[in-house]
């Protein structure tokens, strides 16, 4: 049954990305050398750490670059790496096999990962979260304001980490928030697909591809968001935020010291990350529309993401059906 899970987990990682990858395109703060991309075109996955980046090749190795005063862009060997998060000064991945590997700064523990399966990672400032195969979470790292004191439930579908606090949203689309106090204070709703936070300003993504924001905006209106519903991913840095259109195209807001919104144009994008005062986007081929649904898109959502990989670990869990496809229904 866990080789089942894990290869599943494979299988929709390599449907989830280009077969081939894309390149990196960096701008803002190059303070040091996070905006010297890596010249290669077989990227898959970017995430963007407070001053350095972390990325993932097509044939599962890792790459980063950027700040490395504490060895968070000495990447660990191997080519069986599958998803990958950057923390404040410390690097998270996530193998095939379901196992984690960390490296960087380690002042709260947030690289002594624990064992087992998971299915999917995120990283805050010094503290990490994943998900289980049957859905429940875990953390650890820096917990003095209760950040790794995960919620009760099986049922997440996406997950976010910040400074000293957590953000979960559930299959049901709910969002909920612990750790510090500011955290708890979340938007109502049950349409969220996504969320990117930072210091105390949060950014979500809703179902019906518009954005929602809230929290301190700082006098840089980085929590006022701009119309549309044509938005299919989040990121946010210090003071600043950013969204990446259905279209390929990126627009960013806030703080504009270090260039932030300056964002590439001629370019389409697939991903986007964003550090402290630094952005990164993937280059690729944007998803067409979902007509009929994707194969592996359980839940019919016309994405192939987390909630995807937590429906089917957990009814190949509790299912004996034959045959097993009798499963997914």
Same mark, same amino acid.
């Given at each position: ?50 001053? &350095?980046?972390?990325?993932?090749? #097509? ?13 968070? $862009? ?9 998803? *990958? ?31 087992? $399966? ?10 990490? *979260? ?9 953390? !650890? ?36 928030? !612990? ?27 809703? #179902?019906?591809? #518009?954005?929602?924001? !809230? ?24 003071? *600043?935020?950013?969204?990446?259109? #259905? ?12 260039? *932030? ?15 402290? &005062? ?52």
């Amino acid at each position: 049954m866990r080789n089942m899970i894990i290869a599943t987990i494979v299988l929709l990682s390599v449907l989830a990305t280009s077969s081939l990858g894309g390149e990196i395109v960096a701008w803002g703060d190059n303070a040091y050398g996070q905006g010297n991309v890596p010249d290669a075109n077989d990227f898959v996955k970017i995430a963007a750490g407070s001053y &350095h980046n972390l990325a993932l090749k #097509s044939d599962g190795t890792l790459e980063a670059w950027g700040l490395n005063n504490y060895g968070q $862009t000495n990447v660990p060997d191997g080519n069986d790496f599958v998803a *990958i998060a950057a923390g404040a000064y410390h690097s998270l991945a996530l193998k095939s096999d379901g196992s984690l590997a960390a490296w960087g700064r380690n002042s709260q523990g947030q690289c002594d990962v624990p064992a087992g $399966t998971f299915i999917a990672i995120a990283a805050g400032e010094n503290h990490n *979260i994943a998900v289980k195969p049957d859905g429940f979470l875990e953390a !650890w790292g820096q917990n003095d304001d209760g950040q790794c004191n995960v919620p009760d439930g099986n049922d997440f579908a996406a997950i976010a980490g910040a400074d000293n606090y957590s953000f979960a949203i559930r299959n049901d689309g709910s969002l909920i928030g !612990w750790g510090n106090y500011v955290a708890k204070i979340v938007m109502p709703g049950n349409d969220f697909l996504d969320i990117a936070c930072q210091g105390e300003h949060y950014l979500v993504l809703r #179902s019906d591809g #518009s954005l929602s924001a !809230w929290g301190q905006t700082n006098g840089y209106g980085d929590s006022f968001v701009p119309s549309g519903n044509n938005y299919i991913a989040v990121a946010v840095g210090d003071k *600043i935020s950013a969204a990446l259109r #259905s279209d390929g195209s990126i627009i960013a807001w806030g703080q504009n010291q270090f260039g *932030i919104w300056d964002e590439p144009e001629g370019k389409r994008y697939v991903a986007i990350s964003v550090g402290l &005062h630094h952005a990164i986007a993937l280059t690729g081929q944007v998803p067409p529309i979902c007509n009929p649904a994707l194969e592996g898109d359980v839940d019919g959502d016309c994405m192939i993401d987390l909630a995807d990989f937590v429906k089917m670990s957990r009814n190949w869990l509790e299912c004996n059906l034959d045959p097993p496809e009798a499963c997914w229904q």
